[in-house]
Each structure stands twice: as C-alpha cells, then as structure tokens.
C-alpha cells in the first residue's frame, strides 16, 4: 500500500504536467536560452516546492470546495500569469542566450518562484485528489499523504525533465533560432491568457 500510495502520486501529477501550460512552457524557455545544467535546477528547485503545494492541497481540498468564487479568482490569476509571462518572452525574445554570474541562483528561484505561484494545481488536485480518496485509493492519513506528495513531487520532476529533453533535442534537429521559440511560446502565452478571459467572459457576460 505504502508503495502503491507513492505510485498513484507519481503518475497523477506526471499526467498532471504533460498539457502545456505556464511551468513546463518556461522550463522549455530555460532550457533553450541557459541549457540543461539551468533546466535541471529549475526542475529540482519546482519539485521540492511541489511536495508541500500537494500536501497543502491535498490537506485544504474540502476547504478550498466551499469558496464560492475560487474557479474566478484562479482565472484572473491565471491570465496575469500568462500575459506577464508573455509579455516578458515577447520584449527578449531577438536577445541572444547568455551565462551570467547569478544565472544558476536565478533558474533555481525561479522554480521556487513557479512552484508557490502556480493556481492550475489547485483545481487539479481538489478534482483528482476528491476522485482518488473517494475511490479509496489513497488514505487521508499524515503519513499517507505525505508519501503521496512525494511521488507527486516525483512525477512533476519526470514529465518536466522529459519536457527539457524533449525541447533540446527538438530544437537541435529542427536548429531553431532561440528567436523563434521564444516567439513561439510567447504568443502561446498570449494564447492561453486569452482563453482565459474568454471564458470569464462566457460565464458572466454571455451565459447570463
């Protein structure tokens, strides 16, 4: 069971990060400008964070249920999200990728950075969380989830460290500039910010 409960983490939060969105987007955007030593920081530095984000998730989930205008707020905070992230690709996307003395530090609080300010997580776990309790696959035990945050933080480190991979070998068979991905992502940034709005827009203007 202790195995199991470490597994079912595991693949839950791998599954959790395989759509793109604002973490492995600027995982992909590190490890095209500083490499994969910067990537594997980030990585590192954003599981650990996943850990306890599980953990506090998991522990408030029927907390967080009961706030009526959670799936709003977590929107708006989205679309901030997306659209400075974007907008700060967008500005340095013609630069050149460059090492700087403070690079290391600054990819490793970056991903401590993403790992606190990352919404999408909390209706994922509240959904995937209230499935796998009440289909008795996990305990609610300290002990129990503790184990499963740990796989969670695991799976996370996996997917994001095949999506680093992925992007290297990706942009050495294609040979990208760094211009161009950085445009790229950029305008999925933009893209996804957008879709947010769009959706508050349907609920409260159009639907009504």
Known sequence: MILLTFFIGLIANFIGYI?????????????????MKQALQFIIAFSCVEFFFTYFIMNAADWLSMQVHLDTAIDWVMVALFGTMGFVTWIHRKKP????????RD????????G?????????WMITGTYLITHEWIETGRWELALFSVGSAAGAFLCLFIYAKSARYVRDKLDLSNKTINTGIA???FSFAAYHIVKQLYLHVFRQ
Request: glycine letters at 6%.
């Open 19 to 35: 759509p793109p969105g604002n973490i492995n987007l600027a995982l992909v955007q590190i490890t095209i400008n500083r490499g």
């Open 116 to 124: 606190f300010v990352n919404p999408m997580q909390i209706p994922f």
């Open 187 to 189: 305008i999925l940034f």
């Open 97 to 104: 990728p460059k090492e700087s003395k403070n690079s290391s």
């Open 107 to 114: 990819s490793i609080t970056y991903g401590i950075l993403l």
